[in-house]
């Protein structure tokens, strides 16, 4: 059984509470929070506090606070040579206080607080300084049921940033289709098992083979029709950068 | 039993003719295409032709042919009014030759040929200048066990437009992904979960509610992170083109 300590109560550390209490491998022996009042309604089923000079002993400190919040947080720790881990994907593993032991548990994700997420689908990245803290958070991290990677601070950053694309930049693609339909009363509706079957494609085809459509054809035709459509100027850049993006991926 | 005719075996042309040919209501008379060759392995199953002066009687003609040849082909049909339909999204209906009742059959998705699709899942947009062609194409549609929809001309071709976001773009942005984390040598693999959730997260939620990341929190640390690790310049362009219209969606 791996203890852990919870600090912080964002989306992130929610959820990372949630899931460690209910697999069976780990338990939760305290959640801290900066404000006790996020994590009062928890007080039944677990030990909080605000307190960081109150913090109990466990195998691992789980910091799920802000990305500019994770050095402060490591150096007030009141203890030393404990096995500290943060969950974000652009801090470096040396940004950690140096006099705990260090590491990174980075779910590849991204958290909505109300949403119930189901962590046995959710790849779990390590990255440790000491070997026998790994085999530590490897356990820790398949107790949760999904994939575990050994993946370093540049593999880790990058995959953070590719996230950015495929998550926030996808979604903002279906944001500006939404009001593109909206403008003629069209229902937003018939595009969701369109957008369905675009992420389901690459699951099993990379994104080079699962490209179709206007830009890789190189149908002119239909992207000038489409420019003269798009009334707002900033979605035409968009439209237009993208094509291009596609047309040289596809070496037209 | 509503019997068709399917002009064209590109990718939507194909589909449709399976899918006529094992629902319920419908029947294929006939398949045309301009070289027999692509259809000849059909020949036992349905009669192929690759003769326009050939084409037998039938309620409807469904034309699958690329944007370009839609007048053409219905001006050169060798008979008249009967029920004409292209299935092309940025085609006007006017666009199909008068002498024949006119219509348009719209599947909302996105075709590769090799791919099996299930229609029950695909949204059908039909317009028709003539009532009872309209029941005749929702009848027909229906049979494929999708949701149907009247959609006018203009609501079609922002659909059309739209679809290459959600389909397209999104895929690009999936592209981009898969080469900023081959470059570290992570796995492609460990994002796939999240772009599902991505997609799956907007069945029952508005893009603008689904959104979350740096652009949106407007965390200037993290997106001059991301700035610099993009080493390309294309890639550099489309996330400050795209993060800035996060920003401008939720008032940054």
Not at 56 to 69: F, G, P, R, T
Request: glycine letters at 4%; one cysteine or more; proline letters at 3%.
């Amino acid at each position: 059984m791996i203890s852990v300590i919870i600090l912080g109560a964002g989306n992130i550390g929610t959820h990372l509470y949630k899931a460690f209490k209910n697999a069976e491998n780990s338990t939760v022996n305290q959640w801290y929070n900066r404000s006790i009042k996020t994590i009062n309604k928890y007080k039944n089923e677990v030990d909080i506090t605000d307190d960081l000079s109150q913090l109990k002993e466990a195998d691992v400190y789980i910091l799920s606070v802000s990305d500019e919040a994770v050095a402060a947080i490591s150096k007030a720790l009141p203890f030393e040579n404990r096995l500290v881990v943060h969950t974000a994907g652009s801090i470096n593993i040396h940004d950690l206080d140096r006099k705990n032991r260090r590491g990174v548990f980075y779910p590849v994700q991204s958290f909505t607080k109300d949403a119930d997420l189901d962590f046995s689908n959710i790849p779990i990245c390590i990255e440790t300084l000491e070997k026998p803290d790994y085999h530590i958070l490897k356990s820790l991290a398949s107790g949760l049921g999904g994939p575990v990677k050994k993946v370093n601070s540049n593999q880790r950053k990058v995959l953070h940033l590719a996230a950015v694309f495929v998550n926030n930049f996808s979604n903002q693609m279906y944001r500006i289709a939404h009001e593109i339909v909206e403008s003629e009363a069209a229902e937003f509706d018939l595009l969701k098992p369109l957008i369905m079957e675009t992420a389901r494609k690459i699951q099993d085809m990379s994104p080079y083979m699962a490209q179709t459509g206007p830009a890789k054809r190189n149908n002119l035709k239909t992207i000038k029709k489409h420019l003269a459509l798009l009334e707002n100027d900033q979605h035409k850049e968009i439209y237009k950068l993208i094509t291009k993006s596609i047309q040289d991926t596809h070496g037209r």
